[in-house]
Nanobody, 121 residues
Framework: QVQLVESGGGLVQAGGSLRLSCAASGRTFSRSFMAWFRQAPGKEREFVGRINWSGRGTDYADSVKGRFTISRDNAKNMVYLQMNSLKPEDTAVYYC???????WGGGPDYWGPGTQVTVSS
């Protein structure tokens, strides 16, 4: 059974940092895109960033560019989201996601249950 499980969420003050982790199991994701999305209360789920299978290709939403960094460890089937200079508008449930194959195509095929990040002002 394929599972993605996020951890590391919590409450942090504006300007602070958090590091989210996503543990993947049930299959190898070493050839998959891994991504992070988020959903704030009353808003649609939005793309945060993604990383290709090699870890050398990343894309970010403009709203997080320069503050957030995605990395991965294929040997451990893990992906990370380092979030710095957090703002109250970063408050959301953060989701880890993965594609089945090495192409992004229509987007992720697998999703984690999410982890809450709350940034206080």
């Amino acid at each position: 059974q394929v599972q993605l499980v996020e951890s590391g969420g919590g409450l942090v003050q504006a300007g602070g940092s958090l590091r989210l982790s996503c543990a993947a199991s049930g299959r190898t994701f070493s050839r998959s895109f891994m991504a992070w999305f988020r959903q704030a209360p009353g808003k649609e789920r939005e793309f945060v960033g993604r990383i290709n299978w090699s870890g050398r290709g990343t894309d970010y939403a403009d709203s997080v560019k320069g503050r957030f960094t995605i990395s991965r460890d294929n040997a451990k089937n893990m992906v990370y989201l380092q979030m710095n200079s957090l703002k109250p508008e970063d408050t959301a449930v953060y989701y880890c996601a993965a594609t089945r194959g090495s192409n992004w195509g229509g987007g992720p095929d697998y999703w984690g249950p999410g982890t809450q990040v709350t940034v206080s002002s």
